[in-house]
């Protein structure tokens, strides 16, 4: 059964950082992508972000490109969500899914989830 064990939330200013982090265990296969999701109040889960074990190929949601990274330590099988030039709207909880297989954008192909994290951009 694979777990996901997300932490690193927490408050920060318009403007600060934060770095998330996705502990994945409870699996062997080396063929299989994790991606970060976001829920906001009152709005519908969105992808932010994800990334492929096998080639480290990655994505972004367009409203984060240029400030969230994603990266991968495989050794640790961990996958990390740094967050730069946070805005009020990157308010949400943040979910790490995995999924085997291929790496994709859509929440709904993904198989297993962590319980969230929340990050909070408040002045």
């Known amino acids: 059964q694979v777990q996901l064990v997300e932490s690193g939330g927490g408050l920060v200013q318009p403007g600060g950082s934060l770095r998330l982090s996705c502990a994945a265990s409870g699996f062997t296969l080396d063929y299989y992508a994790i991606g970060w999701f976001r829920q906001a109040p009152g709005k519908e889960r969105e992808g932010v972000s994800c990334i492929s074990s096998s080639d480290g190929s990655t994505y972004y949601a367009d409203s984060v490109k240029g400030r969230f990274t994603i990266s991968r330590d495989n050794a640790k099988n961990t996958v990390y969500l740094q967050m730069n030039s946070l805005k009020h709207e990157d308010t949400a909880v943040y979910y790490c899914?995995?999924?085997?297989?291929?790496?994709?954008?859509?929440?709904?192909?993904?198989?297993?989830w962590g319980q969230g994290t929340q990050v909070t951009v408040s002045s």
């Open positions: 899914a995995f999924r085997w297989g291929i790496v994709t954008m859509f929440g709904r192909e993904y198989d297993y």
